[in-house]
């Protein structure tokens, strides 16, 4: 599991790379899918990736808007803040967590528990999910896509 959060951070920061050569006009453009464009899409991997981690870590979520940050560099500065944070959390994995609960209340005020490694997973899945969209606005834009090739990235 550890290696799929690394290989996650790998291709977010090849996305926030590639970022760089897109327009200003391109990368908040609306798309169809996912949760806006291209660059709320990012800042939308990043704050589930950090609340989720927050949660289990019994923190306090991130609730600012995705309108405060909306532009590359503050986009690319909010992931690498919230990296530094969730990091240590995921690099001291140990099975123990795997089955430990989180108690939240669903919309409805219902009881709702989750175990932390499907937790953990969901979070992988999602970012993995969302680098799928990413792959197909690239080439809206014009560009070749980030590889999402598990291989070669020299994880193992």
């Given at each position: 599991?550890l ?79 919230f ?47 969302h ?25 193992f």
């Amino acid at each position: 599991m550890l290696k799929l959060f690394e290989y996650n951070w790998q291709v977010r920061k090849d996305w926030f790379a590639w970022c760089q050569d897109v327009s200003e006009e391109d990368l908040p453009k609306k798309r169809t899918g996912g949760v806006g464009g291209i660059l709320h899409t990012l800042f939308h991997i990043a704050d589930v990736e950090f609340s989720w981690i927050s949660d289990l870590q019994g923190k306090r979520e991130f609730t600012e808007p995705f309108e405060d940050y909306a532009n590359l560099q503050k986009v690319t500065d909010l992931s690498a803040r919230f990296h530094e944070e969730v990091r240590p959390f995921v690099m001291s994995w140990t099975n123990e967590m795997e089955s430990k609960e989180l108690s939240e209340l669903t919309s409805a005020g219902e009881p709702v528990n989750f175990k932390y490694g499907e937790i953990m997973r969901h979070v992988i899945a999602h970012e993995i999910h969302h680098i799928g969209q990413l792959s197909v606005w690239s080439r809206e834009v014009g560009k070749a896509p980030i590889t999402a090739n598990l291989i070669r990235r020299g994880l193992f």
